[in-house]
């Protein structure tokens, strides 16, 4: 296997992005293969990470709990992501719903009701990453 069947094939990852004033911040996140070398997750396009990405676009990932706990001694991958939102995301939101099925559904459903009180409709975006060599 590859590295990036390797970790499409896990539950949850921690993704680690950089602030601009160095510190590490992790996120454990869905993910998946997306079977052109790299792997993918979905969040809002306002998110935290994705602004952390574009600003620096190295990542690291290390397998987790659905809580973002890491074991000790896990393998980490580093990586390059790119944010894609509009048309290019589909691809990486349509896996992420093959892969998770009625969890995604169960998040979609809480965005809505959200969206109902805040007037604002989240818009989706993908993270893509190629993972270094």
Excluded: H
Excluded at 95 to 111: C, E
């Amino acid at each position: 296997m590859t590295s990036p069947e390797i970790v499409g094939a896990l539950r949850y990852v921690s993704i680690a992005t950089r602030r601009r004033n160095g510190t590490s911040v992790a996120t454990a996140v869905w993910i998946v293969d997306l079977g052109d070398e790299t792997i993918g997750f979905t969040t809002d396009v306002t998110a935290g990470k994705v602004k952390r990405i574009r600003n620096f676009p190295e990542v690291a990932l290390q397998p987790c709990d659905r809580r973002g706990v890491i074991d000790l001694g896990a393998p980490t991958w580093s990586g390059t992501a790119t944010v894609l939102t509009g048309d290019a995301a589909r691809p990486v939101v349509a896996a992420i719903r093959r892969k998770y099925g009625w969890q995604v559904v169960a998040i979609d459903v809480a965005s809505w009701v959200r969206s109902l009180w805040t007037r604002r409709r989240a818009e989706d975006a993908a993270i893509v990453v190629t993972l270094d060599r």
